[in-house]
């Protein structure tokens, strides 16, 4: 009895330890995440389906800047994808020049601020539709400056072996090397995930979700537009670019074609189908959107994955509107019906 | 001065072509307050029925185009009634999702019809022009211009002059006011989708014969389509198409006299430059924002 009542005391400390300390959250998460670098070392997994997972978390830290645009600004873009692609043929290039991989990074980084200032500045004036469709003049821009200017290189820029802290080597063809970068990808994700949890409970998060609600009322209390609009752009640019960082780290070549309205609109989907203003909807949506059809559509209906890929978007969209993160009571509600439902049969088998 | 008329006939074609999608745009946005990225998508799924009646069943362009457009009204309304009306009490921004889930839905059942191989599509009249200006310009393109250009006639004289025009407009302008005056707006949304599916399956098989009928043939329509409804502003029906010739112009002008690679990017900086001015388009203005 008494050793009943201890354990759940320890469970209930480790509950509370865990709701009040959302970091600590999220580094469980990272934790439990970092398995999958070991499974296909034992050969319990593919490395393909490693480099899906790889993926997702490229794609959840991208998401993280889309969500502070569109779920605590109400701004939207649809350069992501354009974005994401500067990140990774930018590191690209300045690797090629033989620059060291930190100082690549931060020339990353503030080109990204520089690029995310001016679209936040030429953003002050519209709103919802008319804002993306300008943002879709940038990343048609983008597209036609990567595909076309000779720096970029055709079809892709070949990285190859990376360099970093001035003397680790890693290549992405010794399997060891591999798992290390998968396990730097979900580093980098679990501190963007503590960044963007201590961002929107400070005071600019606040100013953002004013903000989203009406830009008049918010700009009547007090809040600058034009400091915080600029301000959500250029996060959301630097997460994205970060991403693209991250995507050349891991495959080790940056190709200039696939940064398209296609992939924009995907992360949209993603952010919408996990649920804005939350942490961990990002990666849920980034997993449902294109984890899901990767890793088992394609395995079990073949070509049709597409089908189901859609049809998954649109049912998430029609049935859980605030986003699959909030899908956890029905899922409990669920449970609790199928074990009832145990429950009775084997009381009528008793009987 | 052939080379202006050149450009002239060949943007007028491609400006036909952006004007008809993105009149189909506007439509959605008016009627249903959803930014419709699948109608480039739709456009390709039913000029693909066009292309294999004409190809594979050997039917004249004549035939082949009709059904191609009873197709296109059918997916309107279907597309609607499964997809649209469900969600027609969500945010505009989960519609724009539904949308982007209509387009994978599309891209997966496209190769299971139609094969995985480009089609060739032909041209209504394929040989025959009049020189004008030492340039020729063909039977075809003056049909085109001509058949989009009378459409969207028709269809402006439809929405200002006939009482269906007009719930049309009522419920552009306010969907629970004119459900509360009778107006039957599940109808009009299914009738604004049909249409512009008709218009989009249109637009691509006017563009159709200039490369083939494949997946990804409609990207640029569909792209152009939403600058040219922004460019042009999207309160109004007449803006857009406006601005789709322009831009065609534009764009063919750009290209030719100044770089065949940058003229798109450039014509593009110039409208965003624009749109900073103006952000509501050439004929748009700013609505009126409450508290």
Not at chain 1, 72 to 86: E, P, Q, R
Not at chain 2, 172 to 197: C, D, E, F, I, R
Request: net charge positive; proline share 3%.
């Amino acid at each position: 009895m008494t050793e009943k009542t201890n354990s759940t005391i320890t469970k209930n400390t480790i509950i509370t330890f865990f709701k009040e300390r959302p970091w600590a959250q999220y580094i469980l998460f990272g934790v439990l995440l970092s398995s999958i670098a070991f499974l296909p070392q034992i050969g319990v997994m593919r490395n393909s389906t490693m480099s899906i997972f790889a993926l997702i978390i490229i794609y959840t830290i991208a998401a993280f800047g889309l969500n502070l645009l569109l779920g605590f600004s109400a701004l939207i873009s649809l350069a992501t994808a354009g974005f994401i692609g500067g990140g990774a043929l930018g590191i690209g290039i300045f690797l090629n020049m033989g620059l060291p991989f930190e100082v690549a990074v931060l020339l990353v980084i503030l080109s990204g601020i520089v690029i995310g200032a001016f679209i936040g500045i030429l953003s002050l004036k519209s709103q919802g539709i008319y804002l993306a469709i300008t943002t879709l003049f940038v990343q048609e821009i983008l597209r036609q400056i990567y595909t076309s200017v000779g720096i970029f290189g055709g079809e892709r820029i070949d990285i190859g072996t990376i360099t970093i802290l001035g003397g680790i080597e890693l290549n992405r063809f010794n399997f060891a090397h591999r798992s290390i970068i998968f396990l730097i990808l979900i580093a980098v994700m679990v501190i963007i995930m503590i960044i963007f949890r201590n961002l929107i409970k400070s005071r600019s998060g606040r100013a953002f979700m004013a903000m989203s609600r009406s830009k008049s009322a918010a700009a009547a209390m007090g809040v600058n537009i034009m400091k915080y609009r600029v301000y959500a752009f250029i996060i959301a640019t630097v997460f994205a670019m970060l991403a693209g960082v991250l995507y050349a780290m891991y495959y080790q070549s940056a190709p200039t074609r696939a940064w398209t309205l296609d992939l924009s609109l995907l992360l949209l989907a993603m952010v919408v189908a996990g649920g804005f203003k939350s942490v961990f909807g990002m990666f849920l949506g980034a997993f449902v959107v294109y984890g899901i059809p990767t890793l088992f559509l394609e395995d079990i209906f073949g070509d049709v994955s597409e089908i189901f890929a859609g049809l998954l978007i649109i049912l998430v969209v029609l049935f859980y509107p605030q986003g699959l993160i909030h899908s956890g009571p029905d899922i409990k509600k669920g449970f609790k019906k199928i074990v009832g439902l145990f429950r009775k049969k084997e009381v009528t088998q008793d009987e | 001065m052939d080379n202006v008329v050149r450009i002239l006939f060949n943007s007028l074609q491609t400006g036909a072509v952006y004007a008809l999608a993105a009149l189909g745009i506007v439509l959605i946005f008016r009627a249903g307050k959803v930014t419709n990225f699948a109608q480039g998508m739709i456009g390709t799924f039913n000029a693909y029925v066009a292309a294999v009646f004409f190809r594979w069943l050997g039917w004249s362009i004549w035939a082949a185009v009709p059904i191609a457009l009873v197709t296109a009204f059918i997916t309107g309304v279907v597309i609607d009634k499964i997809f649209i009306r469900p969600a027609q009490n969500s945010k505009p921004m989960h519609k724009q999702i539904i949308t982007l889930g209509i387009i994978m839905i599309l891209t997966g059942i496209i190769p299971f019809i139609f094969g995985v191989d480009p089609i060739r599509l032909g041209r209504f009249f394929p040989t025959g022009g009049v020189d004008i200006l030492g340039t020729t310009l063909r039977f075809n393109t003056m049909f085109t211009v001509a058949l989009s250009v009378a459409l969207m006639g028709a269809i402006f004289w439809f929405i200002q002059y006939t009482r269906w025009g007009l719930a049309i407009r009522v419920t552009a302008s306010n969907k629970v006011t004119s459900q509360l005056m009778g107006v039957p707006t599940n109808t009009v949304t299914m009738m604004a989708w049909a249409t512009a599916a008709m218009l989009g399956a249109l637009a691509g098989i006017i563009i159709a014969p200039q490369s083939s009928v494949n997946p990804t043939f409609m990207l640029d329509v569909q792209v152009s389509a939403f600058f040219a409804a922004v460019f042009g502003g999207l309160q109004t029906f007449f803006g857009p198409v406006f601005a789709a010739f322009i831009i065609a112009l534009a764009r063919n002008s750009a290209m030719f006299y100044l770089s065949d690679i940058w003229g798109n990017a450039i014509v593009y900086i110039l409208i965003l430059l624009f749109l900073y001015f103006k952000p509501y388009g050439l004929f748009g203005e700013a609505p009126v924002e409450k508290v």
